[in-house]
């Protein structure tokens, strides 16, 4: 008869001393093998009781309440005087905790819980995003109010005291829009021309050729070329800011999709980086011309000047900003505005109030 091997966990029970059986069977990769239980050898008698040799291993015991016995491992072989089934007790070692009962009785045992050391420095602040804010972060935070809505005068204001690093930090306008940018008629892209400029130098490169070459570099384009220029982007040149290209190049210009469009600076139409008249775009570009774009989840982020402008200044470049109103999306349904906030480059952001803002005129205006 073939060898089967069984293995069979006992559990004792402290409350009705209960032994319950839970069979499964192991074999050799040799042998087939068949699933039998011990009551099921038993009740057919294919093993007699009295032949059940137990070769036990000593046992923890850690209490006279409770006690686990690790799997009895029982080889089935049948001899010629009879079956017989030799079970070696293997413990493990492992240790059983005695139970405590709830209601509380003599020998109840109370366990004290060490307190833990109280917590200091960062660690102890409340919120976990500023566990990881710098000292210079944590104290200018404090001079505004997290949920407060302020007036756009007012916001400024704070937006120039937050701006401490060490160098001009950028003036950002951050708007929360009702729409959803996966569905064409909610996209939102377009350019605004800042009255006050950037604050930053840019480099413009265009791509044209035939007579628009000399008119590009006539007009101030810091960098002009054609399929030279092309191969010089395959081949990892980056150095501008910004892409004019003309009509006729765009056929040419797709092959650079991969390399230009994760950088932002692919030539686009609604960008105004893809047309005839450039010595036009190139002087919007230089004057503060800045393209914006809703983001995957609804949101425009503009940089609208640097932290070491005037407040009025920076209070007439936000106002042009607002032009994220005037090119509202056709599917755009309900409230437009959710929420709008400005900061600085490493500030922290400051809420506006957004009736407040749309209806905002300048005083000699």
């Not at 919007?284 to 940089?303: N, Q, S, W």
Request: charge should be positive; proline fraction near 6%.
């Amino acid at each position: 008869m073939d060898r089967h091997i069984y293995e069979f966990l006992i559990i004792h029970h402290n409350n009705n001393r209960s032994h319950s059986f839970n069979s499964t069977t192991m074999a050799s990769t040799a042998t087939p093998y068949s699933t039998l239980t011990l009551y099921s050898l038993l009740s057919q008698e294919l093993i007699n009781p009295n032949s059940l040799l137990f070769k036990p291993k000593p046992l923890l015991f850690t209490t006279h309440k409770s006690f686990s016995i690790h799997p009895l491992i029982l080889q089935y072989r049948e001899r010629k005087n009879g079956p017989v089934v030799v079970a070696a007790a293997m413990a493990a070692e492992a240790e059983v905790e005695e139970s405590v009962d709830e209601e509380g009785g003599e020998g109840a045992v109370a366990v004290a819980i060490p307190q833990s050391k109280p917590k200091k420095g960062k660690a102890a602040l409340p919120l976990k995003r500023d566990r990881t804010r710098s000292k210079r972060f944590l104290e200018i935070q404090k001079l505004r109010e997290i949920k407060k809505e302020y007036d756009l005068k007012t916001a400024i204001e704070l937006l120039k005291q937050t701006a401490s690093s060490k160098f001009v930090e950028t003036a950002e306008a951050h708007f929360r829009l009702n729409i959803d940018p996966k569905y064409n008629d909610q996209q939102l892209r377009a350019t605004v021309n800042l009255p006050k400029g950037t604050g930053q130098t840019v480099k413009v490169a265009v791509l044209t050729q035939g007579e628009k070459f000399d008119e590009a570099k006539n007009a101030g384009a810091d960098i002009v070329g054609g399929e030279d220029l092309i191969e010089q982007i395959k081949g990892g040149f980056m150095e501008f800011d910004k892409l004019i290209a003309t009509p006729d190049m765009m056929p040419k210009v797709a092959s650079l999709g991969r390399i230009l469009g994760p950088r932002g600076l692919m030539p686009n139409p609604k960008a105004g980086t893809v047309t005839t008249n450039i010595p036009q775009a190139i002087e919007e570009f230089k004057k503060g011309k800045v393209e914006y774009r809703a983001d995957k989840t609804g949101i425009v982020h503009l940089p609208f000047g640097k932290a070491n402008f005037s407040e009025e200044d920076l209070i007439i470049n936000f106002i042009a900003a607002k032009s994220v109103e005037a090119n509202k999306p056709s599917g755009a349904k309900g409230v437009y505005w959710k929420s709008a906030h400005v900061c600085s480059s490493m500030g922290p952001s400051i809420r506006l109030n957004v009736r407040e803002m749309l209806e905002y005129k300048l005083p000699n205006a």
